[in-house]
């Protein structure tokens, strides 16, 4: 279970996380992942800022938010992805992209920063007050499938919408279960237009038909989640792996590299700031 900082000490704080511990049991259910829950990380990160009363809310809100790990933006090394534009990313810092409830898609091989941008913007987004919930695509598709099972998808559903921002992490690294698209499309669906969203993937949209398992529901996916996009195509070797690269086979390495779309994937970026003046969406 999630362990009560020291310092939530006044009834206040106490309410707040009872609410964060509530919320947060219920993903909890699907995976254990409270156990690894960052609250040192946490504590780091508000260590020398703010008010005692707003690190509260950000501690509180940032347990809510269910983040792998707590991740800056000045902790992200841009010279090690020299494909990746940083004043792309610093704008989408500015969070606009929230209020215009926009999707941000990071694509990427492995290991080339995708999940940290996310929880970094993540961050971002509960220091500037937004609700945000992170989970991995495998989680949030159990989480559904339970709750169809159960009769109550619909409460779920409500739940996800309830967040402006909602990070989808890991599309890609495993087949989604059959019926899983589905499932997901009916949140997409009703988010669609009323909440930003944040997606990572290792894959390109060209192969989403083969990632949830039925063309149909990917394109109608696609349709959604690319109006009113933001996509951001990391091209780079991998951080983990940059202290051994030359220990691992070329193959391994090529087999990395994601493979671009050829229908839906707006044109490949290297980098450079958008040729129309900023607007670097995929469409609308
Ligand atoms: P991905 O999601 O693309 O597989 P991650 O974001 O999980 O990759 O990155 C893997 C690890 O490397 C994480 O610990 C992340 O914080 C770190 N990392 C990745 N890219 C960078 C970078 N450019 N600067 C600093 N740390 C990075
Ligand atoms: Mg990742």
């Given at each position: 279970?999630?362990?009560?900082?020291?310092?939530l000490?006044?009834?206040?704080?106490?309410?707040?996380?009872?609410?964060?511990?509530?919320?947060?049991?219920?993903?909890?259910?699907d995976?254990?992942?409270?156990?690894r829950?960052?609250?040192?990380?946490?504590?780091?990160?508000l260590a020398e800022?703010l008010t005692?009363?707003?690190?509260?809310?950000i501690k509180?809100?940032?347990m809510?938010?269910?983040?792998?790990a707590i991740?800056?933006?000045?902790?992200?090394d841009?010279?090690?992805?020299?494909?990746l534009?940083?004043?792309?990313?610093?704008?989408?810092?500015?969070l606009?992209f929230?209020?215009?409830?926009?999707?941000?898609?990071?694509?990427g091989?492995?290991?080339?920063?995708?999940?940290?941008?996310?929880?970094a913007?993540?961050?971002q987004?509960?220091?500037?007050?937004?609700?945000v919930?992170?989970?991995?695509?495998?989680?949030?598709?159990?989480?559904?499938?339970?709750?169809e099972?159960?009769?109550?998808?619909?409460?779920?559903i409500?739940?996800?919408?309830?967040?402006?921002?909602?990070?989808?992490?890991?599309?890609?690294?495993?087949?989604?279960?059959?019926?899983g698209g589905?499932?997901f499309?009916q949140?997409?669906?009703a988010?669609?237009?009323?909440?930003?969203?944040?997606?990572?993937s290792?894959?390109?949209?060209?192969?989403?038909?083969?990632?949830?398992?039925?063309?149909?529901?990917?394109?109608?996916?696609?349709?959604?989640?690319?109006?009113?996009a933001?996509?951001v195509?990391?091209?780079?070797s991998?951080?983990?792996?940059?202290?051994?690269?030359?220990?691992?086979?070329?193959?391994?390495?090529?087999?990395?590299?994601?493979?671009?779309?050829?229908?839906?994937?707006?044109?490949?970026?290297?980098g450079?700031?958008?040729?129309?003046?900023?607007?670097?969406?995929?469409?609308?």
């Amino acid at each position: 279970m999630l362990l009560a900082p020291d310092d939530l000490g006044d009834t206040l704080s106490r309410q707040a996380e009872e609410i964060a511990v509530k919320i947060a049991g219920v993903a909890a259910a699907d995976v254990d992942r409270a156990a690894r829950f960052p609250v040192e990380a946490i504590d780091a990160l508000l260590a020398e800022e703010l008010t005692l009363r707003e690190n509260r809310r950000i501690k509180i809100a940032l347990m809510m938010a269910r983040l792998s790990a707590i991740k800056t933006l000045a902790g992200f090394d841009f010279s090690f992805q020299p494909s990746l534009d940083k004043n792309r990313v610093m704008a989408l810092a500015e969070l606009a992209f929230i209020d215009r409830n926009e999707v941000v898609h990071f694509l990427g091989p492995p290991g080339t920063g995708k999940s940290h941008l996310s929880l970094a913007l993540g961050v971002q987004a509960v220091k500037a007050g937004h609700s945000v919930y992170f989970t991995p695509l495998s989680d949030l598709v159990s989480a559904l499938a339970k709750a169809e099972r159960e009769g109550s998808l619909r409460e779920k559903i409500r739940f996800f919408c309830r967040f402006s921002l909602l990070i989808v992490d890991e599309i890609g690294y495993l087949p989604v279960v059959p019926g899983g698209g589905n499932l997901f499309f009916q949140l997409v669906n009703a988010r669609y237009e009323k909440g930003a969203m944040i997606l990572t993937s290792n894959r390109g949209f060209a192969e989403w038909g083969d990632v949830f398992g039925d063309p149909v529901v990917a394109t109608a996916l696609l349709d959604r989640l690319l109006h009113h996009a933001v996509v951001v195509q990391i091209e780079g070797s991998s951080y983990r792996l940059r202290e051994h690269a030359d220990l691992v086979p070329d193959n391994v390495r090529s087999n990395a590299v994601l493979r671009q779309s050829t229908a839906a994937a707006p044109p490949k970026r290297r980098g450079r700031s958008p040729q129309n003046g900023g607007a670097d969406h995929a469409s609308g």
